[in-house]
């Protein structure tokens, strides 16, 4: 081996000036400080940690990211609370517990909720709701567009608003789009009430909010004409949780090409052959079970999987219904990412409160929570539309349903001229102080003949609708009179009458 004698000094030279010189070794002894030379104590707290104790609600935190050897980046990262005092009466209704229930009882008396900058610059990449919610956007702008060159496939359920109802006709649609292998439909959600209805679901609101997602975009049956597209063969209409299509979509029942979670009765319609029978869980269950038979990713997000189960929850009696299925169990503990930190019974219990939530409500609002429309005919040479009379069910008394606003005659007429009635009938079936079951009822008229009239075949039929007057001092109307029902009697045997009268009546 040869090396180069030159080379091996300028390596040697090299290596001595990048020696790192030996630390002085420590002396023998240790000398410790006198009591003059230490520091003082100082109890106060410097640490920003604690600066949003002392400023009270908003909180600013500084965090140091190393980016490099030679580079240091600050970022501040700012969490805003925001306070809201409640000022309504809590009903008696047991709500989600939290640790301050134990201190202050379990009904709340303010709402905290919490915003943070970063988790919403985190949350930019598009979730499941958000595709959900881009394909409530694109499917409605095509039915404003008039649905070029496709068949139109409405998804549509009951004429009910019931959480159940409206949570499977946007999820079923979606899954229908999903997993659609034919780009000749237009699948589109339908939700059979009204837009102006919804506002009287508090429930139904809250849901759609804390699930995010955007009720803009949903269509409702006041939004679309059906019987447009029916009129030139591109109408598909799927039926969901019902046999038979509803009254007022009577006239498109040929339509119909698909029922799904009907029940396992003789078949109305026997032109459809697709079927789907539901007499094993809820439909929100058998939705669910599609998703994780076809995309279980999309039920991982917390609010996709919110809107099943609150159907599932609602549907079941929160599990505890007779009819609740080991299935519907199963499912809800699947889905229970979407209960959050309510928990499956803090959920029920929260969606239970805010259907009994009316103190944002206007009288109109509480009428059309439960609220049906009866058209009456006379036969007198030819047939023509004799009158309006509706049925409203609430849950409260008559008394609070009066002392809710300031004018509650003039409220309920408003209600009657909204609507187009001649006549309107409100059924009130709920639980006194003692807790016994009470049904009382409120009639009014458009004029005194026919509040007369109606109270006379009440009367008539006594043995099936006994009534005991009422004397509410709000009441003042002469075409307005309460009464209570003097025994047990279901909201089914109003109907029957109401039914009944106008098939009859010729005094109206």
Request: aromatic share 8%; proline share 4%; net charge neutral.
């Amino acid at each position: 081996l040869i090396v180069n004698k030159e080379e091996l000094r300028t390596r040697n030279e090299v290596l001595e000036s990048t020696r790192i010189p030996l630390l002085p070794s420590p002396p023998s002894t240790m000398t410790m400080p006198s009591p003059q030379q230490q520091p003082p104590y100082v109890r106060a707290r410097h640490s920003p940690c604690f600066d949003g104790l002392l400023r009270g609600h908003d909180q600013t935190t500084q965090k140091n990211i190393i980016v490099s050897d030679d580079e240091e980046v600050m970022t501040i990262e700012k969490t805003s609370y925001k306070v809201t005092r409640m000022k309504e009466k809590l009903p008696s209704v047991l709500l989600p517990l939290s640790a301050a229930s134990y201190y202050h009882g379990i009904s709340p008396q303010m709402e905290i909720v919490e915003y943070s900058e970063s988790i919403n610059k985190l949350n930019a990449k598009p979730s499941w709701v958000g595709l959900l919610n881009a394909y409530l956007k694109a499917t409605k702008d095509d039915v404003n567009a008039g649905v070029p060159a496709k068949f139109l496939r409405a998804v549509i359920a009951s004429d009910h608003a019931d959480v159940g109802s409206v949570a499977s006709t946007i999820m079923y649609s979606y899954y229908l789009h999903v997993t659609s292998k034919s780009e000749q439909f237009c699948t589109v959600p339908i939700i059979n009430i009204d837009r102006a209805n919804l506002a009287s679901h508090v429930e139904l609101n809250w849901l759609l909010h804390s699930s995010q997602i955007d009720h803009s975009s949903l269509i409702f049956v006041d939004e679309i004409d059906l019987s447009y597209y029916d009129l030139f063969g591109s109408l598909k209409i799927v039926l969901l949780k019902c046999n038979k299509i509803s009254h007022k979509q009577e006239k498109l029942k040929h339509a119909v090409v698909e029922m799904f979670h009907c029940t396992k009765s003789e078949t109305i319609y026997p032109w459809v052959k697709t079927i789907t029978t539901g007499e094993e869980s809820t439909c929100c269950t058998a939705i669910a079970e599609k998703f994780f038979t076809h995309s279980p990713e999309i039920l991982a997000g917390k609010s996709i999987s919110r809107i099943l189960l609150a159907g599932i929850l609602l549907d079941t009696g929160n599990l505890r219904d007779p009819h609740c299925s080991d299935k519907d169990k199963y499912t809800a503990s699947l889905l229970i990412n979407g209960a959050g930190r309510y928990g499956c019974n803090g959920l029920y219990q929260l969606l239970k409160y805010k259907m009994h939530d009316l103190s944002s409500l206007q009288v109109s609002d509480i009428l059309r929570k439960d609220f049906k429309k009866w058209t009456g005919q006379e036969i007198s040479g030819e047939s023509r539309s004799l009158s309006q009379i509706g049925m409203s069910c609430i849950g409260i008394s008559i008394g609070q349903l009066l002392g809710h606003t300031k004018n509650p005659a003039q409220e309920i007429t408003y209600f009657q001229s909204l609507e187009k009635l001649r006549a309107v009938i409100i059924v009130s079936g709920y639980y006194n102080e003692d807790k016994n079951f009470k049904r009382e009822i409120l009639v009014s008229a458009e004029s005194v003949k026919l509040l007369e009239s109606l109270l006379f075949f009440f009367d008539f039929n006594a043995s099936r609708l006994p009534l005991k007057s009422l004397h509410i001092a709000g009441l003042k109307n002469e075409t307005m009179k309460a009464y209570e029902i003097d025994k047990i009697t279901s909201r089914k045997i109003v109907e029957h009458l109401i039914n009944e009268f106008i098939g009859t009546s010729k005094a109206i």
